[in-house]
DNA sequence: ACGGCATGCAAGCACTGGGTTGCAGGTCAG
DNA sequence: CTGACCTGCAACCCAGTGCTTGCATGCCGT
């Protein structure tokens, strides 16, 4: 059990990674397929150099993965790091939701009797 | 193609929510309890302004509803938005790694030929 | 009615971050 | 070797934004 970390502070960094509208179209085809920089950089409408900032940071937080492939260097989308912030976004706001509804319970309980 | 809204603009602007960690601790507050701007400056290390901002912000992306209690205005954390954002985000991840594995089986295929 | 506490509206400030341009260094093909 | 292409580093610009302080306003209890 995730003793109770409540908020681990890479779910913030990657909650801000994904705070950006270039980033997830950078993700959008990342996600169907690998990529370089120069290759997004021409689909895009910024500059690779920008690409290659973004690129740097979805690696960082797992979002990406690099590989080297000669003189390019690829990058793919990780759904698998995508789905584990999935997991712990749902565990959080079902916890918000019980505790509610148990206050919601007392309040019943105590205008009941 | 883009039957799959894919990246609905309301995941982006929700991620750039949850990508603050002063959002996170006034979430973390108003997930067990409901609480007023005031009572939360009191126990965060920011001004009541700040907080005023922030949950501005929250309310607008769904993540808290606001509730007037005669000269108070109470804040509670709504889990619904952020299981709704989790599911979405899980999909999206789905995605990515059935298609990157189907890439896969291309290759293993093509090699084993 | 009045003092205290809560919200609302600005104005202003400093920092971060997304973007750009420019240049140097590798790597592949001819 | 040479040219074309890709990457990496650095300096720089500028808008957004997280916070602050200050003041005006509005509700509550005594």
């Known amino acids: 059990m995730t003793a109770s970390p409540a908020v681990d502070g890479s779910i913030v960094e990657l909650c801000a990674a994904l705070g950006d509208e270039t980033r997830w179209q950078i993700l959008a085809v990342l ?3 690998a990529a370089s920089a120069s290759e997004l950089a021409r689909q895009l409408p ?3 150099q920008a690409i290659a ?3 740097e940071l979805l ?3 797992g979002l990406a ?3 080297r492939a000669g003189r390019e260097v690829r990058y793919r989308a990780l759904g ?3 789905t584990e912030l999935a997991d712990q976004l ?3 706001g079902r916890g918000w939701e019980t505790r509610l509804s148990r206050l919601k319970d007392v309040a019943e309980q105590l205008s009941r009797e």
């Open 31 to 33: 996600g169907s397929r």
């Open 53 to 55: 900032k973004h690129l």
């Open 46 to 48: 910024v500059s690779r």
């Open 59 to 61: 690696a960082q937080v």
């Open 90 to 92: 749902e565990t959080i």
């Open 65 to 67: 993965d690099r590989e």
């Open 80 to 82: 698998a790091r995508l």
